[in-house]
């Protein structure tokens, strides 16, 4: 059973970079999708991208400017960077696994999410 | 990018059934396979109750069904019991100019 742990600051300022790790346990990095959900306080699910185990990636298009995702299989872990936030980024950020062969099948793994507020 | 449409809540008795409908467009639900259901209790993850709009991973109760007809999937929970009380959310693959998008979630309350 693939289990993710996110683990970053829960505070970041203004104009700074936000940045998340999500470590993988109980299973490889390999033969998943990896991705990162957000959900603003009281607000619905967003996307924000995802990268394959072997490294290619895709954005939501509009956050691609400012996101980065990437894998370090040595440490089976996947990292979020996202620069120039403001307070629209607050939210719980999940990182999650996709085991399907599409990646938008569904998120079959969860973290259990890491609150980041954007404020000075 | 707008989300897709849910209601807000919903609610039935012990033992009932209740069906969320999440409407979006030819351009998300309507034109793709690709459509996931998920659960969430108060301060937690979500849980995947299904993928692929109709299949069921392992582990969901068959008391989960979901469909799709048109631009419209559906979730249709029977035999509704306590532990179902909890926000539920669609998702949609969109194409690649908006890649997933997800619904605006329902509350679903048992009476």
Do not use: H
Request: charged share 15%; net charge negative; aromatic share 12%.
């Amino acid at each position: 059973q693939v289990q993710l742990q996110e683990s970053g600051p829960g505070l970041v300022k203004p104009s700074e970079t936000l940045s998340l790790t999500c470590t993988v346990s109980g299973g490889s990095i390999s033969g998943y999708y990896w991705s990162w959900i957000r959900q603003p306080p009281g607000n619905e699910l967003e996307w924000i991208g995802y990268i394959y185990y072997s490294g290619s990636t895709m954005y939501k298009p509009s956050l691609e400017s400012r996101v980065t995702i990437s894998l370090d299989t040595s440490k089976n872990q996947f990292s979020l960077k996202l620069t120039s936030v403001t307070a629209a980024d607050t939210a719980v950020y999940y990182c999650a696994a996709t085991a399907s062969s599409s990646w938008a099948s569904g998120f079959d793994y969860w973290g259990q999410g890491n609150l980041v507020t954007v404020s000075s | 990018q707008s989300a897709l449409t849910q209601p807000r809540s919903v609610s039935g008795s012990p033992g009932q059934s209740v069906t969320i409908a999440c409407t979006g467009t030819s351009f998300d639900v309507g034109g793709y396979k690709y459509v996931s259901w998920y659960q969430q209790y108060p301060g937690k993850a979500p849980k995947l109750m299904i993928y692929d709009v109709s299949e069921r991973p392992s582990g969901v109760p068959d008391r989960f069904s979901a469909s799709k007809s048109d631009n419209t999937a559906s979730l249709t929970i029977s035999g509704l019991q306590a532990e179902d009380e909890a926000d539920y959310y669609c998702c949609s693959y969109a194409g690649i100019y908006t890649s997933l998008v997800f619904g605006t979630g329902t509350k679903v309350t048992v009476l």
